[in-house]
């Protein structure tokens, strides 16, 4: 589970976690808290999203166990380099 940034639709509980989430989307920054990026946001799994207000917001350090691995093709792999590079760029002009 090394690999950060693991696709869209995987399947994951957190360490603590009661409840499976499905990945939903990357890089994550909540209205109220500018300064703060999540790795990952998502939902409940496999209730899905119900509301707007319910996106759970977690980085790749909380994950305890993954269930299922979203699909992976090409198109993924250049989307995952890209959010790798936006995080290191946006990661050293704040330094």
Do not use: A
């Not at 499905?22 to 790795?39: A, C, Q, R, W």
């Not at 198109?75 to 995080?87: C, S, V």
């Amino acid at each position: 589970m090394n690999e950060k940034y693991l696709p869209i639709g995987t399947v994951v509980l957190l360490k603590e976690g009661k409840k499976k989430l499905m990945i939903t989307g990357f890089l994550y920054t909540p209205s109220n808290e500018l300064n703060k990026v999540y790795d990952y946001c998502g939902c409940l799994y496999p209730e899905g999203v119900l509301t707007l207000d319910k996106t759970i917001l977690f980085n790749h350090d909380q994950i305890d166990r993954i269930f299922h691995m979203g699909m992976k093709d090409e198109e993924g792999e250049k989307f995952t380099q890209n959010l790798k590079e936006f995080f290191n760029q946006r990661k050293n002009t704040q330094e």
